[in-house]
């Protein structure tokens, strides 16, 4: 852990020597040198208890110890294989390892737990969550198998195709996804399903095609089209396809404009 080696260092007081060099000798002896920095050819290397040795015209402390506390606030990538932390010491480093030490104290409390059971207690309260999650969505799945005979009584002939359009409310991707299976294995073998829904101040949209159809009817294509209506994007396989958006108020023209192509390959199906 950084952390823990920093600490370990400024404990031992190491000492922290500067000397002025030439640049390639620098260099030569190890010094580590920032990338995009520009140096003369005399620079100025410190070297912190053998152990880091850079080209720095910054001023140092005269040992490790006088840093203080030390924390790290931040972590991030800068490039592959290369992570840049940023941390603060001495009395902002203090605050910051009270203030964690507050709220591990309030999230023990909020648990009823000890600090020391704190991560037992939370993985307990994920496992939780996870159950919820799994029987709100088997609810979800019975709901939309309940809610699909009453979408395909309201199925729209188009020749021989048995199309069903409808916009929802409050249904997340999934949710509209199973509603849509259950829809077209009600339809038999020519049939189309059509979905779009608002949810959190999006668009869901959801299309399948039964296999007999999917070789002329692409719900990839006619979705991706869709998705351009409700300024999103979307795509997927013949026989199913999912997209989505961010202007609910666009469903009822993105339904017209898919019905429309729909209807277009449809009258290209033999007669």
Not at 246 to 261: M, Q, V
């Amino acid at each position: 852990m950084v952390e823990a080696l920093v600490s370990g260092c400024v404990r031992q007081s190491d000492p922290v020597r500067a000397q002025q060099m030439n640049l390639q000798a620098a260099k030569q002896a190890g010094a580590l040198a920032l990338f995009g920095e520009k140096y003369g050819t005399r620079v100025r290397v410190v070297d912190i208890g053998g152990y880091s040795k850079e080209l720095c015209g910054g001023t140092h402390l005269p040992h490790t110890g006088l840093v203080g506390a030390f924390a790290i606030v931040t972590e991030s990538s800068i490039a592959a294989g290369t992570r840049r932390i940023e941390a603060i010491v001495g009395e902002a480093a203090t605050e910051q390892h009270l203030k964690d030490k507050g709220t591990l104290s309030q999230l023990a409390q909020e648990l009823g737990r000890g600090v020391p059971d704190l991560i037992p207690g939370i993985e307990e309260l994920l496992e939780k969550v996870k159950r919820y999650e799994k029987a709100l969505k088997n609810t979800q799945a019975e709901l939309a198998r309940a809610e699909a005979p009453r979408l395909v009584a309201e199925a729209v002939p188009i020749g021989s195709v048995r199309f069903v359009k409808a916009a929802l409310k409050h249904a997340d991707p999934e949710s509209l996804a199973v509603l849509a299976d259950a829809i077209r294995e009600q339809l038999g073998d020519g049939g189309i399903v059509l979905l779009a829904s608002s949810y959190d101040g999006r668009v869901a949209v959801v299309m399948t095609v039964t296999p007999a159809l999917s070789k002329a009817i692409h719900a990839g294509q006619i979705v991706k089209e869709m998705a351009k209506v409700i300024e999103g994007s979307g795509g997927g396989r013949p026989e199913f396809a999912q997209g989505g958006g961010r202007n609910p108020a666009a469903i009822p023209l993105a339904l017209e404009r898919a019905g429309e192509l729909i209807r277009l390959q449809v009258d290209k199906l033999p007669k």
